[in-house]
């Protein structure tokens, strides 16, 4: 686009955004200017009307009363043997009666002028002949041509229209006051009472309500909404109710997998050492055909240990009921005893584990315990996803003083997760999809224990993912945990 069009596009959106906001006023502002305008509009249509009909009435006020000066012209040449002065002297007060300042009668021999006239005066020519008498004839009659000379009329519209305008004006301006007093009563009133209670109501006071006394719409509408603050009142009894329910329901769910998980967690760790004890005396006494079930007893123990010990964190998270244990450690010896425990998943998955680290992370103050739980359940879940691939942690600080904090990024370039399996992450019990569950097994609390991990250490892990790509989960951490 050129510089021309883009100017003129800016001038454009300049005036449009102007008309919007000079229409962005209040509704009584708006009825008021409606109110007005249209009245003086009908005002002024009313005016033109008036001064044009006025013109027409004088107009035919001056041909009227000068067919009567030219009828008495007439009636007075043939009914008196008069002088010119005679002539003059009875015609001039008809003049004077009726606003002509002269008129000019024209005959074959001469011209008699009664009055006199200004030059700007407003000529109205008779052409038509009117029988008159000579004087000191009496038999002799000639033809004769009156001219009037009358003040002009514009004069008088003029004085007429300022005040006929001035008197439209104040009409129309009480009456719109009167109106638009009117309409802030039947209709800006009410609108503002329901704005008004409509943004209490917006602000939690539910206990507002409107008079229903006018028997209008406006009525009808204070009515209902009143029944329907009401309603609403109902409701949130009904649902402080189901909450309240819904909380006892989920604090004794919390409370018996608590002591469930406790209950099995004390026979499980005892079956988990009496199998270890029962491999080492398989291993002393040669008894190498009992080991591979052993160990695979051990095994499905250990897992078995892993799910509810999983149960009972996420019981207490919402119990809660879980402390952390804040201290300051090397950040670089908590990630290592990380990657040692999950380098077999890894390897198991033909996956290369690399990690990125400065010498120079230094030291986080949080729970190493808790930290080295979501690493282990990020990692874990990024080698179980992957197969033949890479799973990549990089770890590095961002901020400043107060704000600084540590991230751990974990990458893979597993399977990964389409907008649709994004939006069940972090819920307990929830896996992405069910035929992935199907495959590669678990209770889905592994993410959900993280995400709340990370909450409680005033951190928060965000995720992205491409399905078929791989995803990249980050945690963030602040370096100080205020506990």
Known sequence: MDPVSENQVEIDSEQH?????????????????IV???IALI???IAVIILWDREQILEEQFHGNADRIAYEVTNYSYTNK????????????????????ALKITLLDRIIEIGQYQSDSKTILRDTPYIVTLPKQNIIVQQAILTFYHTDWSEILRTQQKTLLWLIVAICLLFGLFLTWIM?????????????????VADGKLDTRLDTGRPDEFGQLAKFFNEMLDHINEQQEQLKVALGNAHESTKAKSVFLANMSHELRTPLNAVIGYTELLIDDAEDLSQEEFIPDLKKILSAGKHLLGLINDILDLSKIEAGKMDLFLEEFEIMSAVSQ?????KPLAENRNNNLIVNCPDDIGKIESDEFRLRQVLFNLLGNACK???????????????????ECVCFEIR?????MSSNQLKKLFQAFSQADVSISRKFGGTGLGLVISHKFCQLMKGDVCVKSELGVGSVFTVGLPVKVQS
């Open 43 to 45: 005002g002024f249509a």
């Open 338 to 342: 990380t990657i040692d425990t999950i």
């Open 184 to 200: 802030h009563k039947v209709v800006t009133q009410p609108f503002e009472s329901l704005v008004n209670a409509t943004l209490s």
């Open 17 to 33: 955004f102007d008309w919007a906001q000079s229409w962005k006023a209040s509704l009584p502002i708006k009825i008021t200017s």
């Open 385 to 403: 996803f992957t197969s033949n691939g890479d799973v990549i942690l990089n770890i590095y600080k961002q901020g400043i003083d107060e704000d």
């Open 82 to 101: 008069h002088t010119d002065e005679e002539l003059r002297g009875y015609i001039l007060p008809f003049l004077q009666q009726h606003d002509f300042q």
């Open 36 to 38: 007005l305008w249209g």
């Open 412 to 416: 893979d370039t597993g399977i990964g």
